[in-house]
């Protein structure tokens, strides 16, 4: 695993996930603090913290995850398929957005929803001395409309660091960033791109309505 800087490029094992990895949660997309894109210019899409129970992953560690996220299909999915970019992606290198762009190309059937790469958060967000508990994911693609209510399965494939808190809101943001980009080339390996045909992140039968 090379570095650069004092960070990892990539997280996990090479040839791919070990236990507890993956794991498995899901849950409707809900509002959470909004400070993902007012505040930190970094969007994310929250499910309840009951999600954390299927599985039996109640005592999941706090820190930052990657994986893929599999969403319903919803206006923001047709709309812009996994494999569209934007340039208004600024903050994932062109490199890395042609090489996630890669692995998506041959989606076909987002009728039954879209596969896309997350970087997530479980944890307080001690930066904002939070007295709750969330699961905030970030999903690497720019969407120019809202999903709530869709619902969202997602495929844990690796843990990238523990939860930290931050001397300010800049550190805070260079972090996540730095966590965005370890997420997209941990998931650009083989045994890890692979893992995005997982069945189980378009299963939304019986899990609640289906976002239109």
Not at 35 to 44: A, D, M, Q, V
Not at 125 to 145: A, C, D, G, L, Q
Request: aromatic share 8%; proline share 7%; glycine share 10%.
């Amino acid at each position: 695993m090379s570095t650069q800087g004092d960070r990892p490029k990539t997280a996990g094992p090479d040839d791919g996930p070990q236990p507890p990895f993956p794991l498995k949660l899901d849950g409707k997309v809900i509002k959470g603090f909004g400070r993902g894109s007012s505040e930190l210019g970094i969007p994310t899409a929250n499910i309840p913290i009951s999600g954390l129970s299927v599985g039996g992953h109640e005592d999941v560690d706090s820190g930052v995850y990657y994986g893929w996220a599999g969403l319903s299909p919803s206006k923001a999915t047709h709309q812009h398929p996994p494999h569209a970019q934007s340039d208004k992606y600024s903050h994932l290198s062109s490199g890395l957005q042609e090489t996630l762009s890669a692995i998506a190309k041959d989606d076909s059937e987002l009728e039954k929803g879209a596969v896309y790469p997350m970087c997530m958060s479980i944890g307080w967000n001690p930066f904002y001395k939070n007295t709750v508990r969330s699961v905030e994911v970030h999903i690497m693609h720019h969407f120019e409309t809202d999903f709530y209510g869709s619902h969202m399965n997602l495929s844990i494939l690796g843990f990238i660091r523990k939860e930290l808190d931050y001397v300010s809101k800049d550190k805070l943001i260079e972090d996540i960033k730095t966590d965005i980009e370890v997420s997209g080339r941990s998931l650009a390996r083989e045994p890890y791109a692979k893992l995005r045909k997982d069945p189980y992140l378009l299963e939304f039968e019986g899990k609640g309505e289906v976002a239109s």
